[in-house]
């Protein structure tokens, strides 16, 4: 069974910063990618990045990229987004998603990701 948990949300100060972790379990293939998405109230779920564990391939949106990055700790099967420089339109709960033996690249859509963790809040106040 496939498993990913979110955790590291939290309301902050524009400006200040958070780390987002994924923590995966059950996911048998040595490439999968992971992507982190996010839904602010109202708004489809938008793809803010995403990495290929085993080879390394990210991708950061255009509307994050310069603020958010993506990393990975194979060891301890966890995904990390980090979010600087946050910004009042950067509230939304995040999700991470799994898509085993699959590629990251941009625009890959919410689709294409089997397994969902079930997010974590990001508040950002002005």
């Known amino acids: 069974v496939v498993d990913l948990v979110e955790s590291g949300g939290g309301s902050v100060q524009a400006g200040e910063s958070l780390r987002l972790s994924c923590a995966a379990s059950?996911?048998?293939?040595?490439?999968?990618?992971i992507g982190w998405f996010r839904q602010a109230p109202g708004k489809e779920r938008e793809g803010v990045a995403c990495?290929?564990?085993?080879?390394?391939?990210?991708y950061i949106a255009a509307s994050v990229l310069g603020r958010f990055t993506i990393s990975h700790d194979n060891a301890k099967n966890t995904v990390y987004l980090q979010l600087n420089s946050l910004k009042p339109e950067d509230t939304a709960i995040y999700y991470c998603?799994?898509?085993?033996?699959?590629?990251?690249?941009?625009?890959?859509?919410?689709?294409?990701?089997?397994?969902w963790g079930q997010g974590t809040q990001v508040t950002v106040s002005s």
């Open positions: 998603a799994a898509d085993p033996g699959g590629y990251c690249y941009g625009g890959k859509a919410v689709h294409n990701y089997p397994y």
């Open positions: 059950g996911l048998t293939s040595i490439k999968t990618t």
């Open positions: 990495i290929r564990t085993g080879g390394g391939d990210t």
